[in-house]
């Protein structure tokens, strides 16, 4: 069966980026039958961009924002009979990708989801790229039973979401939520190593703190019994950075790496100590910070400030929030 597609993208002041996604989707060889960007308070020139290409502008309201409740209102808007995800910041390795992600959703009625490999670009972090590899490996698997997924490449069958939207409370982790929903209703997953887009993450150290803090709290509402102690966290963090420096001196770039593996090492276990310490629900402020993080420890920017109307002041968080 042909299906139609719509290529759904989030995304908030990505104008460095988001034009060689689109690019990238003209050019394929089966490119969408429509692209419907989901914006959630751009101040720069990303829809000026999105428009050029023809997209359709989803306006969503930062305030409202959540990742599950911009993927729900992005296929609201569309009318493909599959729906590609794809965040503002990848693009396609090869003019097939689309090709190869959809197809598993039109050869087996029991797929509800299928999602690609992702990679790091030239330069990119070492360590992310370590972490990349593990999850996306150069194997397909068809037939998929444990809910891992990404939802910065993937595609879902649009008759599922009918009846399981994504969870629009959760901080992350809307997309292995809605897969494993989506396996205990007796569906399977499909993984496409020949799909296969570049992730580009330029984040500072608090970014990936607030990253993986936030992927943490979503964890732990997801799977109620996980734990992690703050011995756990500094035994993970130095166990992980000397497996990447190993890996890096076996590349002879250990020296032009090190700094950058110590710092991400640290700031990903950091965030997820914090995030599974967290209790109770997630303030309105704190959410705020997860989805328009800083990009340095003074605070956002003051066009970041206007693109959620001032709603809510970052002097007020919590000492510990603004670190």
Known sequence: MVSTVSLIVRCFNEEAHIGRLLTGAQRQTRPPDEVVVVDSGSTDATLAIASAFGAKIVHVRPGTFSFGGALNRGIEAATGDVCVFASAHVYPVYDSWLEHLVAPLE?????????????????????EGRLLEQWFPQT???????????????????EVWRDLPYDEDLTGLEDLHWAKRALDRGYALAYRADAPIVHVHEEVFSQIVNRYRREAIAHKAIYDDQEMSAAQAVRLAVQNVVLDALAARRQGCLWAEARGIVRFRLAQFYGAYRGFRQHGPVSQLLRWRFYYPPKSAGGPSQEDQSAVGNIINYDELPAEDRR
């Open 107 to 127: 050869e087996d009625d029991a797929i509800a989801l299928s999602y690609g490999r992702q990679v790091i670009p030239a330069h990119g972090q070492f360590s």
């Open 140 to 158: 397909s698997n068809p037939r998929q039973r444990d809910p891992f997924c990404n939802n910065a490449n993937a595609a879902i069958r649009r």
